[in-house]
């Protein structure tokens, strides 16, 4: 079959104005609001909108727990993180909120099941949906409202700001203020993080996610399975929207090699790469010789601390949540005997590669992958479970 044109079709609704009105009396209400954007609101180009709104009403912003995308530049004071995989920490997350603005997404999806709802007693809850399938689906509304995730938001600002008192805008002002205070402490505490994880060796994760992005260039597409590094990737790179960061949903493992091959297609000019723990990798090891066979220059990392230390952390959160006190050793969760080599792995299926155990050579090697402009495997020898 020939490849088809592209269907010009036009979908975009715009919401409903007696909706806009509902959640503008919310948020005038609102004494301390906080968003969670989903992977719609990247998708819809919705992102530079949604700063607008937050800015607005004075809110912190977090994003799903598994996602796709960031939905909401990383860099700006108002992000705080991506929520956690259980109930009652979401709740915790989301502190003393009194209402709960949700945009864009499925919300919410659990890895871990504790008692009780996601939202804060007390706290109103509103949400804004391009499909009318995920409108109160998993929570009751205060609000709801289907329409184009930016139009929306435009709406919004402006319905707020030509109602709001100048009382309601001072507040938001503080809102602001106390976030990007909070943002500057947290900044200052990874900083300490890292200097002191600095000389460790094997590199620690805080150290390979600093010279990752010491090594990489300012437009690079991060296609992210790192799991256990992911919070440190987080801190080290800044996301601006779209484009910039691709992740995996479902909790599934094994994504990132062969999500970047579709990633790599869909963005030819743009330099991809793919961070992935060891375990991760041999779930779809075969992408590096398809990034081969189609020339695809994409650098694959695989970070390598010879274990599946996600669940190791996963039977850590087990014990601890069901079967407290007990010290069963971790069961077939290490990689070693052998131990993979991945240098090996590549170039069998056509890749270059190299293996770094020095975390100064991670960013001269990592340059010169991209450099190179054609698949490049870097392995980073890293700590293991601590």
């Known amino acids: 079959m020939e490849v088809p044109a592209a269907d010009k079709l036009w979908r975009k609704t715009q919401p409903d104005p007696a909706g806009i009105e509902a959640l503008a009396a919310l948020l005038l209400k609102s004494q301390n609001p906080v968003i969670v ?8 180009g919705a992102a530079e909108a949604l700063v607008a709104l937050t800015e607005a009403i004075g809110a912190p912003v977090w994003f799903e727990g598994l996602r796709h995308h960031a939905p909401f530049p990383t860099a700006h004071p108002s992000y705080r993180a991506s929520l956690p995989g259980d109930a009652a920490q979401v709740r915790k997350a989301l502190g003393e909120a009194d209402l709960v603005l949700l ?31 995920r409108l109160a689906f998993n ?29 309601y805008k001072a507040a938001a002002e503080r809102r ?13 505490a990874y900083r300490a993080r890292l200097e002191k994880s600095w000389n460790r060796e094997p590199t620690s994760m805080p150290r390979v996610t600093a010279e990752l992005r010491r090594g990489l260039p300012d437009n690079v597409v991060i296609v992210d ?16 929207g779209f484009g910039d960061y691709f992740g995996g949903r479902g909790g599934g493992i094994g994504q990132g090699l062969a999500g970047a091959i579709g990633v790599k297609v869909a963005m030819p000019d743009r330099v991809v790469v793919a961070i992935s ?18 020339r695809l220059a994409i650098v694959f990392v695989i970070l390598a601390n010879r274990e599946y230390r996600i669940l190791k952390h996963n039977t850590d959160v087990w014990r601890q949540n069901f079967q407290p006190g007990t010290q069963h050793p971790y069961q077939q969760m290490d990689l070693t005997g052998p131990e993979f080599d991945f240098v ?38 890293i700590e293991g479970k601590r």
Do not use: C
């Not at 975390?359 to 020898?381: F, G, M, S, T």
């Open 103 to 133: 945009f864009g997404g499925p919300f919410f999806e659990d890895i871990w099941f504790t008692p009780g709802g996601h939202i804060p007693k007390g706290a109103a809850v509103a949400q804004i949906e391009e499909a009318p399938e």
């Open 37 to 44: 954007a989903g992977d719609d609101v990247a998708r819809s």
């Open 277 to 294: 723990g060891d375990g991760s990798a041999m779930y779809s090891i075969q992408s590096l010789w398809t990034a081969a066979h189609h």
């Open 225 to 240: 399975e790192s799991i256990t590094a992911s919070l440190d990737l987080a801190r080290a790179f800044d996301y601006r």
């Open 176 to 188: 602001n203020a106390d976030l990007a205070d909070l943002r500057a402490r947290e900044k200052e």
């Open 344 to 381: 090996h792995l590549a170039a069998g299926m056509g890749v270059e590669a190299v293996r770094i155990e020095k975390a100064d050579d991670i960013a001269p090697e990592l340059a010169k992958a991209v450099a190179a402009n054609r698949p490049y495997l870097v392995e980073i020898a």
């Open 139 to 167: 929570n009751r509304l205060d609000a709801g409202i289907v329409g184009d995730l930016a139009a929306s938001f435009d709406a919004l600002v402006s319905t707020l700001g030509s109602r709001a008192p100048h009382e």
